[in-house]
């Protein structure tokens, strides 16, 4: 804490500033009791406010009235005191503290509200049930790791406003009453009082809005937006969240990464999260696939996936060929010299069909190359060596295999691969990889339903034949760590033409486009100029960064995984007036609030 407080009848100085430097200082400082020592005659309390610990100690004769008051103080008191800062003798020096080389003698103490004891250590990092974290937050938000996590999140949203201010972005601030536009996931509706039966949606995101800036010739723009979601929930998903959310003109691809890397470099930079230097490496959709059986691979260990259909053709092995036969693939990790039990292997068919697949069969590699495996016998020796060589396996390897559609393969095995990583010991911790996946296809084949669904949002320009969606790729990217999609984003569709003709593929005709985003494809015949952009999930950003495994541990007041807040009780029933004033009735029987 730089700046020093303003001084006033409670306190001078942060507590958790001083230093051995202060030594001989009169100040005054308040906070909670985090701690409280009684030692013979001395009275020793850990004095804690957001700056950090501080001691004070009591001395009979030295605090007079304060040290009688200080045998009645207990956790999370709430006190002022003044003193003289000294040092502490080299003995008593804490090395685990930043003010572990000084203490307060108290010379006075004022206490300001008493607590009573809480329902959990708030002075412990230790377990506690999250919804009794939740119901009393404000007690949770005390404990040092949660303080961290504020701060962390304040540091990288004020370097990420600072980097685009100095490259002239604009801060500018969209609606969060909008109308409904569908894109994914569902609305949150909000009904409209002074229009009966209407309704305002709150925005998933403010992609339309940023777009029209664009047009508008704000050029570069960004703000730090609250999104909103009615989806189920994850540990990285909330109903409502927070992105960076950034747009510009007269672009293209290589400019708007370029950006985001210079705003990424000094945020990562700000939390002491050590990445290589920018440019990152920017991998095609299709070899991240291939390799490691996912859009968001972590790179930090090996075990890449290959494909050993060649290699394995024409064998007798029946569930092989008859998924060569389809079309499909088989694929394969090497696992390296991994001893596992029977019982270990067969739960790995567990792992796959979780995602997909229907089961994982192994071979271990003998040291004449020979494979030890209940389908060896299926193979040829040429076939087996063949297969070891396209997986460059040694003696002593596990190997495993997948076949199915080659999709399902490749995601099956990076579910597989990112298991085995974790089992194994294989991720170095203080190692992370950032990296830029793009060449993303545009649409995917639906065959239930027989038809074309995006991959991103249908704003997003293609690339090739606009007569063959399968063929289209998509000018997107997004930024991956260790992983994590942190975020992403697309040069924009900025001609109505191709517009329409994305809706078309989508299912979605003129009028029913109209409906849905009509003034967006007014906007485009006014001169829209090329634009993209791209929004980054500063939950998500904080978490990784912090440690954390869930964005809940970074945001102030989240929800559960259900959507409720045990703080507020939140979502709740509201009574039959409010319903009348909105025109609404409720068809769901619930108790009425007192």
Request: glycine residues 8%.
């Amino acid at each position: 804490m730089k700046q020093p407080p303003r001084q006033n009848p409670y306190r001078d100085t942060w507590g958790g500033d001083l230093r051995a430097d202060d030594a001989g200082r009169a100040v005054r400082v308040a906070g909670w009791v985090h701690r409280r020592r009684d030692h013979g005659g001395l009275i020793f309390i850990d004095l804690r406010d957001r700056s950090g610990l501080v001691q004070l100690v009591f001395h009979p004769d030295a605090s007079g009235a304060a040290f009688a008051a200080a045998e009645r103080l207990r956790s999370e008191h709430v006190i002022s005191v003044g003193g003289e800062v000294v040092r502490r003798e080299e003995a008593n020096v804490n090395p685990n503290l930043a003010t572990g080389g000084i203490e307060i003698s108290v010379r006075s103490m004022n206490v300001l509200a008493d607590a009573e004891t809480p329902p959990f250590p708030v002075d412990e990092d230790t377990p506690v049930d999250e919804t009794l974290r939740l119901r009393h937050r404000y007690l949770d938000l005390r404990r040092e790791r949660m303080r961290d996590g504020l701060i962390l999140r304040h540091e990288i949203v004020a370097t990420m406003r600072r980097v685009l201010g100095e490259r002239d972005f604009l801060e500018i601030e969209t609606p969060i009453l909008t109308r409904s536009t569908p894109e994914g996931a569902r609305d949150f509706l909000v009904p409209s009082r002074l229009q009966p039966g209407s309704f305002y949606a709150l925005p998933q995101s403010p992609q339309l809005f940023k777009q029209l800036l664009m047009i508008a010739g704000y050029e570069r723009y960004f703000q730090i937006a609250r999104c909103f979601r009615d989806e189920d929930q994850r540990a990285d998903r909330q109903p409502e969240f927070t992105q960076l959310d950034l747009e510009m003109s007269f672009v293209e691809e290589a400019d708007v990464i370029a950006t985001m890397e210079t705003v990424m470099q000094a945020v990562f930079a700000v939390g002491g999260f050590d990445v290589a230097p920018s440019p990152w490496p920017r991998v095609r959709y299709d070899d991240a696939i291939l390799r490691y059986g996912s859009d968001r691979p972590d790179t930090r260990f090996g075990l890449e996936i290959r494909d050993v259909s060649d290699a394995l053709r024409g064998s007798e092995f029946r569930a092989f060929e008859s998924v060569l036969a389809d079309g499909g693939a088989v694929r394969a990790i090497d696992a390296g010299p991994r001893e596992m039990s029977r019982s270990e292997l067969e739960g790995l068919n567990e792992v796959v069909r979780r995602h997909g697949g229907k089961a994982v069969a192994w071979a271990y590699v003998e040291a004449d190359g020979s494979w030890r495996s209940p389908i060896a016998k299926f193979f040829s020796g040429v076939q087996v060596e063949a297969a070891s060589d396209a997986l460059d396996a040694q003696g002593g390897d596990l190997l495993l295999f997948v076949a199915d559609r080659r999709h399902v393969a490749a995601t099956a095995l990076g579910a597989l691969r990112l298991e085995l990583g974790q089992r194994f010991g294989l991720i170095p911790p203080d190692r992370h990889d950032v990296l830029w996946m793009v060449d993303f296809p545009m649409f995917e084949y639906n065959e239930g339903e027989s038809r074309w669904d995006p991959l991103h949002h249908p704003f997003t320009a293609p690339l090739g034949d606009l007569d063959d969606p399968g063929s289209l790729r998509s000018r997107a990217y997004d930024l991956v760590v260790d992983g994590n999609e942190l975020g992403g984003g697309s040069i924009r569709i900025h001609t109505p033409e191709v517009q329409q003709r994305i809706f078309d593929w989508l299912g979605l005709d003129e009028d029913e486009a109209r409906a849905r985003f009509g003034f967006l494809l007014d906007a485009l015949h006014y001169g829209a100029p090329p634009h993209g952009g791209i929004a980054m999930g500063i939950d998500r950003i904080v978490a990784i960064m912090g440690g954390r495994d869930s964005i809940r541990e970074v945001i102030a007041f989240p929800k559960t995984a259900s959507g409720a807040d045990p703080l507020t009780d939140a979502p709740a029933p509201v009574d039959d007036r409010q319903l009348r004033e909105l025109g609404l009735r409720s068809l769901v029987q619930a108790p009425q609030p007192s």
